[in-house]
């Protein structure tokens, strides 16, 4: 049972433009998301998180929207720059547990 | 050290043998978890630790997968009698108890179970 969904595997875009990254969840439980971003040989790194009483989080270049009747997060890149390459993951908690559930990734290539 | 140190970076064993995976956390991390990612998969929980003591380790697959942790330090995951299932990158990573609030991953143990 896949809790965490990124339904494309992956994602090209030019440089200067937007990245859109989707991810849908099952689990009404959820009540904090995290983007991470992997890449190769490294280890993920922590992109930015939102929590479920907010809609929207941004940091610099970053922003992440939340739509919870929809089960639907969405990660926004501008402008996009080709070190945003990578692998970028999202995950979920239910408050209180310590682990992650992680979506499969979704490899971003940004073309100059 | 400055990051989650993680040793091997790659293992090939051969099937049926056992393996020991290292993870040295970021000092003064209490918290440590194991995740693995099998090819073209997310991340998958397989145990945390508070501590030397183990509150979830719901992720384990099965009971050929053991781990352990000496007070707040090195953790070890050992997987007995390999399989060829087992093949996957062997995530480290530790926090303070805050936990999942501020991850930090090792680099990963790639092991190839051939």
């Known amino acids: 049972d896949q809790q965490v969904k990124q339904n494309s595997p992956s994602l090209s875009v030019q440089e200067g433009r937007i990245s859109i990254l989707n991810c849908d969840y099952t689990?009404?439980?959820?009540?904090?998301f995290l983007w991470y971003k992997k890449y190769p040989a490294e280890g993920p790194t922590f992109l930015i998180s939102?929590?479920?009483?907010?809609d929207k989080n941004e940091d610099g270049r970053f922003t992440v929207f939340l739509n919870k009747s929809a089960k639907h997060l969405s990660l926004h890149i501008v402008p996009s720059q080709p070190g945003d390459s990578a692998v970028y993951f999202c995950?979920?908690?239910?408050?209180?547990?310590?682990?992650?559930?992680f979506g499969q990734g979704t490899r971003l290539t940004i073309n100059p | 050290g400055a990051g989650v140190s993680q040793s091997p970076s790659n293992k090939v064993t051969e099937k049926g043998k056992d393996v020991e995976l290292r993870c040295d956390p970021i000092?003064?991390?209490?918290?440590l978890y194991w995740y693995r990612q099998r090819l073209g998969q997310g991340l998958e929980f397989l145990i945390y630790?508070?501590?030397?003591?183990?509150?979830?380790k719901s992720g384990l697959p099965s009971d050929r997968f053991s781990a352990e942790r000496t007070g707040e330090s090195v953790s070890t995951l050992t997987i007995q009698r390999t399989q060829q299932e087992d093949s996957a990158v062997y995530l480290c990573?530790?926090?303070?108890?805050?936990?999942?609030?501020?991850?930090?991953f090792g680099s990963g143990t790639r092991l190839t179970v051939v």
């Open positions: 990573a530790s926090s303070f108890p805050t936990g999942v609030y501020g991850y930090t």
């Open positions: 689990n009404s439980m959820f009540d904090y």
């Open positions: 939102i929590s479920s009483i907010k």
């Open positions: 995950a979920a908690s239910v408050q209180g547990a310590q682990k992650l559930v």
């Open positions: 000092s003064g991390h209490t918290a």
């Open positions: 630790f508070q501590g030397n003591s183990a509150p979830d």
